[in-house]
């Protein structure tokens, strides 16, 4: 019985000491794990080449309906000239479109290109409104353009050399670097100076987007014009502002707020790209567009043609409808 007592406290013991060692949830100084206290971070969500979606430098395209496209008859407008018009409607996520073969058909850019270099020239710091560009002396064909001149007067002269000085000193790399980030066509610049441009030898008179490498259709203008003015691009407001204000056009006493840029080019001297793009504002609603004529044999094509034949589409088709 001794034994069996003594075996028995042993036992006592045991459990006593083990029940002192385990934690209580009234015991303040002791706590034990709890779920609900923890702090639980959500899964990090990845892209399928397992980068961290918070990691990306650059949004997440969004998803939008594809664009409407109505054909237009304008040929009434162009009296026999080959041509092609092309407007886009952000409002209504929609293309008119007359001629639909020659709006989807790249070629050189000419003078319209000096929208975009203009506001690379801004954006890198190369323009400054109101600082004029020295004049090398040399006698060019256009009158306007033998003088130191500012940026204002060499867009509304589109001065050739003006803008080559720029495109320089905003150098290759830069200016590629805008022109696929725009999308700008082609966005090929391969030909710098312009060789390929077999209507001139004078290298300040040349460049890549004069009958040159670069190339770009009318529906890819008006998607480029719509980005830009349309607050989409890369580039400042206040340079988009600028370019804007030197790209209106006086149209009169009208409803119709117009601006655009005219650009021609020429091969074995016949007319074969003639141009006017931009875009107009109707009652809050801004349109863009872009006219091209292609037509080397007719010798009545010009770019001023190409702007009469816009304007006349503009200022006389229903846009309210």
């Not at 397992?50 to 395209?61: A, F, S, V, Y």
């Not at 670097?177 to 077999?198: M, P, V």
């Not at 400042?236 to 204000?245: F, G, I, L, Q, Y």
């Not at 863009?288 to 004529?293: G, I, K, M, P, T």
Request: glycine content about 6%; some cysteine.
């Amino acid at each position: 019985m001794k034994k069996g007592y003594s075996a028995l406290m042993v036992l006592l013991i045991i459990a006593l000491i083990c029940t002192g060692c385990s934690s209580s949830p009234d015991n303040p100084g002791e706590s034990s794990p709890s779920f609900t206290n923890a702090e639980i971070s959500p899964p990090k969500q990845t892209t399928e080449s397992g980068q961290n979606i918070t990691d990306r430098k650059e949004p997440l395209p969004s998803v939008s309906p594809e664009p409407q496209q109505k054909v237009l008859d304008l040929k009434a407008y162009f009296n026999g000239i080959n041509g092609c018009a092309v407007f886009f409607r952000p409002t209504r996520n929609e293309y008119l479109v007359y001629n639909e073969s020659l709006c989807n058909q790249p070629s050189s850019p000419c003078s319209t290109f000096k929208i975009v270099s203009s506001l690379i020239g801004l954006q890198e710091g190369e323009i400054v409104p109101g600082n004029s560009l020295p004049w090398s002396g040399e006698k060019y064909w256009n009158d306007a353009w033998n003088k130191d001149i500012n940026f204002q007067e060499a867009f509304q002269t589109s001065c050739v050399w003006y803008f080559r000085e720029i495109i320089n000193r905003v150098g290759k790399e830069a200016t590629e670097e805008a022109l696929q980030k725009l999308e700008y066509g082609n966005s090929d610049i391969s030909d710098w100076e312009g060789r390929l441009n077999t209507n001139n030898s004078n290298r300040d008179l040349t460049g890549f987007w004069l009958e040159s490498s670069l190339k770009i259709s009318p529906r890819q203008q008006v998607d480029v014009l719509a980005r830009i003015f349309q607050g989409e691009s890369f580039f400042a407001e206040e340079h988009t502002k600028t370019v804007k204000d030197v790209m209106k056009i006086e149209t009169g006493d009208t409803d119709i707020t117009l601006y655009g840029k005219t650009g021609m080019g020429k091969i074995d001297g016949k007319c074969v790209d003639a141009w006017f793009v931009g875009f107009f504002e109707i009652e809050g609603e801004a349109i863009y567009f872009a006219v091209r004529l292609d037509d080397p044999e007719n010798k009545t094509v010009t770019s001023t043609v190409a702007k009469e034949i816009a304007m006349d589409i503009i200022f006389n088709e229903q846009w309210n409808d």
